[in-house]
């Protein structure tokens, strides 16, 4: 089923005019289907303005919120980035058609597998996704010009701060499970010098790391 016009209808209402306005962004949310990215019991809702389970206790977050996150990024043409909670993939769909590469992280091996064949599906082909925990990024792909994280915690990760380049954005929803979380933005000054911006409330599932002494999980 064509699904183009409720595409552009969702890019407008939701996106643009409530203040989205990096031209390449909307593009990119015009051209990837949101419908490949949940499963067949919720293609009829996936241009509605909000959430949707992809399985796993987890979700697609909503098309304003995603789009928020990656313009605070300020994604450029030669940018490599580090999306880390991949989820079902969309975001990192969007992210391929933005920057030069894109590395992603999923926790669940499960929906790693799954975003992965998505992506291949839709011929991305700067993306590299992985199973692992998140919340040590990827030293061995790093620096990244971008990263962005889709799941809450209290503090930002040590491990992300200093896997930015220099004048890299982090893009993080910071804050206790179940409470208040604000969206913060990091811009990296210096070696330890970085400048923090407040983007507003969200809510977020948790960022999980694996336990302390843990082997991190490899390629899924």
Not at 50 to 68: F, H, K, M, N, R
Request: charged share 25%; with cysteine; aromatic share 4%.
């Amino acid at each position: 089923m064509d699904r183009s016009r409720e595409r552009s209808a969702m890019v407008e209402r939701q996106l643009a005019d409530r203040g989205i306005r990096d031209r390449r962004l909307l593009d990119a949310f015009r051209a990837v289907p949101r419908e490949l990215f949940v499963g067949p019991q919720h293609q009829d809702l996936a241009y509605e303005d909000g959430p949707l389970p992809i399985g796993e206790g987890q979700t697609i977050s909503q098309p304003y919120v995603v789009a928020l996150m990656i313009e605070a990024a300020a994604v450029g043409p030669d940018d490599r980035v580090l999306d880390v909670g991949a989820g079902s993939g969309y975001s990192t769909a969007l992210l391929s058609r933005l920057a030069r590469e894109v590395y992603a992280i999923e926790r669940l091996p499960g929906l790693a597998a799954t975003a992965r064949e998505r992506l291949e599906r839709l011929g991305c082909a700067n993306v590299e996704l992985v199973a692992g925990d998140g919340t040590r990024g990827l030293p061995q792909a790093a620096p990244f010009d971008a990263i962005l994280v889709a799941a809450g915690i209290d503090r930002v990760p040590p491990a992300l701060e200093q896997q930015l380049a220099a004048g890299g954005r982090l893009v993080i929803p910071v804050g206790p499970t179940g409470g208040p979380q604000e969206l913060v933005r990091l811009t990296r000054r210096g070696p330890d010098d970085f400048a923090r911006e407040s983007l507003g409330g969200v809510a977020f599932v948790p960022l999980l790391a694996d336990p302390p002494g843990g082997t991190p999980r490899g390629s899924a």
